[in-house]
């Protein structure tokens, strides 16, 4: 088993590296056009945040303001928190992004089953995903077989957990596009709603295929 710098390492990395510089630049260039315009019914992402949890009617979830980059739903408050650009913007990009995490608050309250599946490992993840590259390392070099091979299930369990995450991310932006649909957003509007959400979607492809390719790499040099 020989793990090194072939030529077919280095070509894995450059390839993760373009795959991963294309969806930064994407997501950024879509957030940045649509965050500079505006939402015809004037209200925030705050607001519309609620307003959305109303009409689904999922009650006692917390709308907070983050700092910068902070838009997400936790699960263990079952609180919203968005970024001030989407909590007190007034734009595309801020409705958005708040009505997707609303949509992650959604699925929360009606027990869907990939976030259920992608909660109930979280702490596994977080040992593998903290702990593989070490075993990977000590394996390697004290040439210690069944210390890489655990290594490399650990990673496994990494990429599993982003594949589940692909269809709650999917199913979050699908169920805010439903409801900006029922407010009646002018479709230009919608449009743009959903080239952010495509663009942020992009970026869980991304890091997933990415994990995939170097979990192939590791399976081939295992066999090696």
């Known amino acids: 088993m020989f793990f090194g710098l072939s030529n077919g390492y280095l ?7 373009i795959i991963g510089g294309f969806a930064t630049w994407y997501v950024n260039s879509q957030l940045k056009k649509y965050t500079r315009v505006p939402i015809s019914n004037g209200l925030t992402g ?5 307003r959305m949890l109303a009409y689904y009617g999922v009650t006692n979830v917390a709308v907070n303001r983050g700092g910068a980059g902070q838009d997400f739903f ?9 970024s001030p650009d ?4 007034r734009s595309i990009t801020a409705t958005a992004t708040a009505c997707h995490e609303v949509g992650h608050a959604c699925q929360y309250a009606q027990d ?4 259920k599946i992608r909660g109930a490992i979280v702490p596994v993840v977080n040992l593998a995903s903290n702990a593989w590259i070490f075993l990977l390392m000590i394996g390697i ?18 990429v599993l957990f982003q594949l589940v995450t692909l269809p709650v991310e ?11 649909d029922t407010i009646a957003l002018p479709q230009s509007e919608q449009s743009g709603a959903f080239n952010v959400l495509r663009a942020c979607a992009l970026t869980y492809v991304a890091a997933a295929l990415t994990s995939i390719l170097q979990l192939l ?5 295992r066999r090696d």
């Open 11 to 17: 070509l894995l990395i450059v390839v993760t590296l």
């Open 46 to 50: 705050a607001e519309a945040a609620r």
């Open 74 to 82: 936790d699960p263990r408050t079952n609180s919203v928190t968005l």
């Open 86 to 89: 989407a909590f007190d913007g």
């Open 112 to 115: 869907y089953a990939p976030m």
């Open 141 to 158: 070099f004290a040439n210690i077989t069944p210390l890489t091979t655990l290594a490399i299930v650990m990673y496994a369990v990494v």
């Open 170 to 180: 999917f199913n979050a932006s699908r169920r805010a596009m439903t409801y900006m």
């Open 217 to 221: 790499w590791l399976l081939g040099q």
